[in-house]
């Protein structure tokens, strides 16, 4: 099987698979005839997939977990610069404009926005979420299950906020529609919303 999009590095424990940047469309049907093709080496084993490309759809990720019981790992470490965007080596994702409706992104880490997520513009990132201005749309950090993750917001504006399993009830959303900067996390099973003034951002 002849192989064109990624490249495998690692022992049957821990491989990392890094894409080539040809033929992503291919990417998920590569990989899966390849892992298919030596199940006995990946079974049980830890991919870290690196390498992703912007608007990288990690849904099959799921599916070849269950199928042939292996752990997928996702993340970003291209350095691209293009006319509306930065990725740096750090996987955080740099938005230097406005998402508008219609648009939607996907980023496994971190995502900045330099401008507003306006209604019917959605944002879903496996990290933490900034946005310098506004949030009217759909904003869904920690899409993986990580619940440590948080959304900072200039301001809210009848957004839809998520972070791993939890969604912000449209009311306190309502009540959060000021001019204050807030951040928006999940304490003690509750997904709350704190002025950035008030929370005390320690590092680990």
């Known amino acids: 099987m002849k192989i064109t999009s990624f490249n495998v590095k690692g022992k049957n424990n821990s491989v990392k698979i890094t894409l080539t940047g040809k033929n992503p469309k291919y990417f998920w049907e590569e990989l899966e005839g390849y892992i298919k093709q030596n199940e006995k080496f990946f079974k049980g084993a830890s991919l870290l997939i690196d390498g992703l490309p912007l608007d990288f759809d990690e849904t099959p990720a799921k599916g070849l977990e269950e199928l042939y019981n292996v752990s ?8 691209k610069t293009l006319q509306n965007h930065l990725v740096a080596t750090n996987s955080t994702y740099y938005h230097l404009k406005t998402i508008r409706s219609g648009q939607r992104f996907f980023y496994a880490g971190d995502v900045v926005v330099f401008g507003n997520v306006n209604s019917g513009g959605e944002i879903l990132a496996s990290g933490n979420i900034t946005v310098t201005n506004s949030i009217g749309g759909l904003v869904h950090a920690g899409y993986n299950g990580d619940k440590k993750s948080f959304v900072i917001a200039e301001k ?11 969604v912000l009830p449209v009311e306190k959303a309502s009540e959060s529609a000021i001019n204050e900067k807030v951040v928006v996390s999940i304490a003690e099973k509750d997904i709350v919303v704190n002025e950035f003034n008030d929370v005390n951002m320690k590092g680990d």
């Open 72 to 79: 997928i790992k996702l993340t970003g470490k291209t350095t």
């Open 156 to 166: 809210l504006l009848s957004p839809q906020i998520r972070i791993a399993d939890h």
